[in-house]
């Protein structure tokens, strides 16, 4: 295992969400902690234990990550956003959105106010998510009282006078809208509140509670003083404003700095459907005259003129120069309008702000490790420009080929934007026209189906087309590629990954020529690294595809198991070997599975594994 003091001694004493990786840069484990410096320090002592799958994963950390939030029910959500968009190994997987609930105030002419599971695009106005369906209920039922919300399910203003009132009319708790007690207007006032208080003015109801609490302490009614008290605990819980998830549902991006006399980290927060799903950070060398406008507009310019998105809003820490034609500009690549805009105050301005605090903690604790980090993908990508006499190289693409003998012939795609992994682009194919093992015959099939959908351009990944393509091999597989662009009309550099007689890389050939790469540079380890990226992805599908066809045919043997089953064992383990090694309560957590299932599945393989009759790793 790695040494990590001198990273474990800048971890900040405050919540936020830690990012463990493997030597891959894959996310292997996302967790949130009250306080970055304890929790994550735990992992790396000795006498740490918590248990053989926790064990696995400190023993495969490579490095970690960290952001930095302002509560801890902020790190909680942001660390249920990251793991639905990553899916790390070694984190127990959430089932569905069910987590969090939301406050939902209906769209109708007479609207209720409920708690929903999910945010649907509807007229209906949603707060939250909040942590405690508890709270949420007992504000709920509160508002409703305070307020005389109806809660039937009648259809108004169609249905006003058609029945009696319920009883909820009769104890006081709703004005009956349904019999035409109350006008609209009034009703809609009634509503206004219920909305301030759910957008945040909370003081006006927790200041009748604790009024009533008093009341009934003094007049020796304590139980009441009590149910005053737990009502007001409720209110409290939902007044915990988080910024991690809008309740709007947009795309936006979050950008916000922290520079020094010499150096600048720029932080942008990728904020999906309303959930902050992710962070990058960049690296800028400025000058001690340049302006913090300067800066972020050079940003926005240099970011955005690369990256194949780019989201309805983007919300920035101060104005930009030519915001209006910058915005055009923006307008006409996304082909839909696009806002700059600089938050002055709400949840917007405290998202911003802790994008600038991640920043800040960026620039004065891990500076040294960025100038390395740079070098590594941005230097050595320059590097590889120079030697192959390039201009503008951002974004590289390579392919390999997997089978044996022919047999499930899969390739891959593997993409690196700026030196790094581009995870959301990589494509997997699984060949149709090819028989035997004709590893010419398979590129050209890959190929030819990467740049036709990229031209249909029906897939995101596929529609940004590559600076340079590098084909794992010399002179014949650069050939095959440049066929198939010849035959598409497309002009893109191509360029060999020559390997030595040890099968290790020793120069790049490009234009006819071969061309010797320095061991020791950073380009020579950027180009081993894509190498081997794009080895692995082809390995790990082709694994995958035979170990499914294994487990599928083992899966069969037992008892109590039909297709439904089958398919979502399949589906949620990756090899016959993880459902082998997985628990009752790992089998249980698969949709369709439950507890007689899980331990019939569990039996079989124990019993097998003692019968000598199934070996996981002969599949693999």
Known sequence: MKDFEEELKKLPDCPGVYIMHDDTDTIIYIGKAVSLRKRVRQYFQPSHDEGIKKKQMVENIDHFEYMITDSELEALVLECNLIKEHTPKYNTMLRDDKTYPYIKVTGEDYPRVMMARQMK????????????????????????????????????????????????????????????????????????????????????????????????????????????????????????????????????????????????????????????????????????????????TEFVKQFYSGTPFIPREIMLQSPVEDMEILEQWLTKKRGKRVYLRVPQKGMKEKLVDLAAKNAMLVLSQDKEKLKREEGRTIGAVKEIQELLGLQGLMRMEAYDISNISGFQAVGSMVVYEKGKPKRSDYRKFRLKNVDGPNDYASMEEVLTRRFVHGMEKEDEGFRRFPDLIMMDGGRGQVNICLKVLENLRLNIPVCGMVKDDRHRTRGLYFNNVEIPIDTHSEAFKLITRIQDEAHRFAITYHKSLRSKEQVHSILDEIPGIGPARRKALMQHFASLEEVKNATIEQLEQVPTMNRISARQVYEFFQKSGENGQVNGNSVL
Do not use: W
């Open 121 to 296: 695009k509807d007229k209906s106005k949603y707060f939250g998510p909040y942590t405690s369906i508890g709270a949420v209920k007992d504000t709920i039922e509160l508002l409703n009282k305070i307020y005389g919300i109806r809660t039937c399910n009648r259809v108004l203003p169609r249905d006003i006078g058609k029945n009696r009132p319920c009883l909820n009319y009769h104890i006081h708790q709703c004005d009956a809208p349904c019999q035409g007690y109350v006008s609209k207007e009034e009703y809609t006032e009634k509503i206004r509140g219920v909305m301030e208080f759910l957008g945040g003015s909370y003081q006006p109801v927790m200041n009748y509670l604790q009024g009533k609490m008093e009341e009934a302490s003094e007049n020796l009614e304590f139980e009441k003083a009590i149910e005053y008290r737990e009502l007001l605990n409720s209110v409290s819980q939902i007044a915990q404003k988080q910024k991690i998830t809008n309740t709007d549902g947009e795309d936006k991006d979050v950008i916000a700095m922290a520079a020094d006399d010499t150096d600048a980290v720029v932080q942008v927060f990728f904020v999906r459907n309303g959930k902050l799903i992710g962070r990058d950070h960049f690296h800028l060398h400025v000058g001690t005259e340049d302006k913090e406008t300067e800066i972020l």
